[in-house]
């Protein structure tokens, strides 16, 4: 009886110390400072789509890209742009 008493004090003990390490390492994870964005000046973007464009949705992609769906009078069109430099890579015609 005296060996589970001291086998019930010692996992109570382990479960208390393991609660504070965990505690202590959320704070101490909380109180890092996120990454701030890349600071300098803006980069103006240019889609060189004609009159009468209109943006119809943004999402984002991976590595600096962004996908810009266009509403053309001649049809619709997907830019992607590089927003690291502000260029567009290229376009893809949508529908026929």
């Known amino acids: 009886m005296r060996a589970l008493k001291i086998l019930v004090v010692g996992m109570g003990v382990l479960i208390v110390a393991a609660s504070v390490a965990l505690v202590v390492m959320i704070v101490q994870r909380a109180g890092k400072a996120i990454p701030a964005a890349p600071s300098g000046p803006p980069v103006e973007m240019s889609l060189g789509q004609p009159a009468g464009s209109r943006i119809a949705g943004i999402a ?23 927003t690291r430099n502000g260029r567009a890579l290229g376009e893809i015609r949508l529908g026929d």
Do not use: H, S
């Open 60 to 82: 984002p992609g991976f590595e600096g890209r962004v996908a810009v769906w266009v509403q053309r009078p001649d049809g619709e069109r997907l830019v992607i742009l590089d």
